[in-house]
């Protein structure tokens, strides 16, 4: 008889249906990632340059194409756009050591300055300042280096100059001169 009631209890108590929904069929289901740090819009603008140049200058060639690749990376890996990562001719300079309380030389050398240029094109100003920091952290003895704005003037300081047609282009402007003219008989 005991055993017939403790049954019937026990099917009465799982024959009732639940009356209150569980947590997690009230909550529903959301997305993993946001259930330990929500996702904020964050609403504010930097400012970003247009294009920077990074220059770099030395006298040993090696470590300057070392520092460059690696300048190169760096600002692939802050997500900046390389434009252009260029060599500009080298300019040599002489150097001469005179003997002591004398104008006499004792020896001349000659030392080539190498320069080589990044060019990056929309960089953020907030990254742009870790980006030079980590760079200026970087940088071999006996380099020396320097960022800016792009200006016409870099473009230009990139080419070599042609002697010989600059020669020829002064020639032609010549020949438009009334007075060249004459004096050469074609007048």
Request: hydrophobic fraction near 35%; aromatic fraction near 10%; charged fraction near 30%.
């Amino acid at each position: 008889m005991a055993t017939t009631r403790a049954l019937s209890v026990f099917s009465r108590i799982i024959s009732q249906k639940r009356g209150f929904a569980s947590l997690r069929e009230t909550v529903g289901e959301h997305d993993a990632s946001l259930l330990y740090e929500p996702k904020f819009q964050d609403k504010r603008e930097f400012p970003e340059y247009n294009t920077i140049n990074v220059r770099i200058q030395g006298y040993d060639f090696g470590p300057l194409e070392k520092y460059q690749a690696y300048i190169h990376k760096t600002a692939k890996r802050f997500g900046f756009s390389v434009a252009d990562s260029y060599a500009v001719a080298a300019q040599t300079q002489r150097a001469i050591t005179y003997k002591p309380y004398s104008t006499v030389a004792e020896s001349e050398i000659d030392l080539s300055t190498y320069d080589r240029v990044v060019r990056l094109n929309d960089v953020s100003a907030p990254r742009f300042s870790l980006f030079t920091q980590m760079i200026r952290a970087h940088i071999p003895v006996g380099v020396t280096m320097t960022i800016k704005e792009h200006e016409k003037s870099d473009e230009d300081s990139r080419y070599i100059p042609d002697l010989l047609l600059k020669q020829k282009q002064e020639e032609l402007k010549a020949l438009d001169d009334p007075n060249v003219r004459r004096n050469l008989g074609w007048e």
